[in-house]
């Protein structure tokens, strides 16, 4: 597609429910990047994929939290037993990776989750 | 671990003025340094991105500088407009990543 896109654009759930976000990144791109953004905070890093490498997870917050993407492209964060602090947006990103260094992230909307 | 500071926080100006917004990161060895916008309740936009081997980029009204060796990145804004008004966000990688660490941004307002 043109962009990146997320699903759901907003999501509400009760304490302890799973969540699943889908994040359809650029055609072609082969880097993607999940970040989430809590009330007043900062852009905090998740998870990162890049073509077939392992994923590197080290920004998940605890093990409730895992992504997976399917044949280089969509990509799935899923959230288990969600807590209100798992209330935030959870953005999406992705791009083309060049060696030069030249990678322009393009974001989604982002999925605004708010736990109750 | 790269951290990100931006300066000011936040800024509220009159049309017109010629702004600087701030960045200062602590790992050097970068492939690159980007700025994005956001504006309320919406995605990141990409604004400007520096390679290692770059000085400065511009585009329109804006100009972003990289001092690798000092840790520091100004964007500037010429002739600033309320369409302007929106959070600025740098973003620099630690050396040998990919994955960029995010300042927590500059709110800025432009006012008529």
Redesign the interface.
């Not at chain 1, 030069?100 to 982002?110: C, K, M, Q, Y």
């Given at each position: 597609g043109a962009g990146?896109s997320q699903s759901p654009s907003n999501k509400v759930t009760e304490k302890g429910k799973d969540v699943e976000l889908r994040c359809d990144p650029i055609s072609g791109h082969t880097?993607l990047?999940w970040?989430r953004q809590s009330l007043g905070?900062?852009?905090e890093?998740l998870i990162?994929f890049?073509g077939n490498s392992a994923p590197?997870k080290s920004g998940l917050p605890s093990d409730r939290f895992s992504a997976e993407r399917t044949g280089g492209s969509v990509s799935t964060l899923t959230i288990q037993r969600t807590q209100q602090e798992d209330s935030a947006v959870y953005?999406c990103?992705s791009?083309a990776?060049q060696s030069?260094?030249?990678?322009?992230?393009?974001?989604?909307?982002?999925s605004r989750l708010t736990v109750l | 671990k790269q951290e990100v500071t931006q300066i000011p926080a936040a800024l509220s100006v009159p049309e017109g003025e010629n702004l600087v917004l701030n960045c200062s990161f602590t790992d050097s060895a970068i492939?690159?340094l980007?700025w994005?916008r956001q504006d309320p309740g919406?995605?990141?936009?990409?604004l400007l991105?520096i390679?290692?081997s770059q000085r400065e980029q511009t585009s329109g009204r804006l100009n972003a500088s990289l001092d690798k060796s000092s840790g520091r990145s100004t964007l500037y804004i010429a002739a600033s407009q309320p369409g302007d008004s929106a959070t600025y966000?740098c973003?620099v990688p630690s050396g040998g990543s990919?994955?960029?660490?995010?300042?927590?941004?500059t709110s800025l307002i432009v006012h008529p």
């Open positions: 990146v880097a990047y970040y905070q900062g852009l890093f990162y890049q590197d953005l990103a791009s990776r030069s260094g030249a990678n322009v992230l393009t974001f989604g909307a982002g | 492939y690159n980007q994005f919406k995605g990141l936009t990409s991105l390679q290692s966000l973003a990919y994955i960029p660490t995010f300042g927590r941004g």
